[in-house]
């Protein structure tokens, strides 16, 4: 996957690149002032930035290297960064740029489950992911459909996770935890225990098919 990851990146780059990234964006004068681009701490920027911080043009222009940080380390939120898109509308904006953020979320998406634990930065594991892609306003139904189609140990296992988190007491379940608890997602966490029995983790498979029996 690393080289449909590369090609992702490299699309972001290839839509965003036309937009100038400014050394220093202008802030609201009542509480920001003139606000320098430090990538050392992009951090502290993401939060303000297309509101009090910059506007829609330099959320563009700083797009490629925000995307390109969320896979290289951990020290942004997804969510966060993410959460511009909708700010900024982005499903008005021109079809090339669309493209290029869905190929980086559906990319993004298949890389995380085809490894167990996950090594893509600051997207930890599904839950984490699946918070940020609905802080972008898409339907997680996306993804999840992606994951019923990904019959794999690795798949398998950030599944075990998600249902050991769940919290069955919850009142109003989401569409995540509808889709969790599923006599569909008991079955396929069965098969997977006949698959991998006598793995490491056979016993994480049989666990979380016996709380989707409670």
């Known amino acids: 996957m690393e080289n449909e990851l590369r090609a992702a990146l490299a699309g972001v780059r290839d839509a965003f690149g036309r937009y100038p ?28 930035l297309g509101s009090t911080v910059g506007d829609r043009a330099d959320v563009k222009a700083l797009l490629p290297v925000l ?34 953020i869905d190929a980086y979320l559906d990319v993004v998406w298949r890389s995380l489950l085809a490894d167990h634990p996950p090594r893509l930065g600051s997207f930890t594991d599904p839950a984490t992911f699946l918070d940020a892609a609905r802080a972008a306003g898409e339907r997680v139904e996306r993804f999840l459909d992606v994951w019923d189609a990904t019959l794999t140990s690795s798949a398998d296992r950030h599944l075990a996770k998600m249902v050991g988190g769940l919290n ?22 069965y098969r997977a225990w006949e698959r991998d029995y006598g793995s490491p983790w056979a016993d994480d498979l049989a666990r979380a098919h016996d709380l989707l029996r409670v």
């Not at 990234?21 to 990538?39: A, F, I, Q, T, Y």
């Not at 989401?174 to 006599?183: F, H």
């Open 21 to 48: 990234r400014r050394p220093v964006l202008d802030g609201c004068p009542h509480c920001k002032g003139s606000v320098p681009v430090d990538e050392h701490d992009l951090f502290s920027l993401t939060i303000s």
């Open 67 to 100: 995307l390109e940080r969320l896979l290289a380390s951990d020290d942004l939120d997804p969510a966060i960064v993410l959460g511009k898109l909708p700010q900024q509308e982005w499903r008005t904006w021109p079809r090339v740029e669309q493209q290029a």
């Open 168 to 189: 069955f007491a919850k009142q109003k379940p989401s569409a995540i935890d509808d889709w969790i608890r599923r006599e569909a997602t008991r079955d396929r966490l």
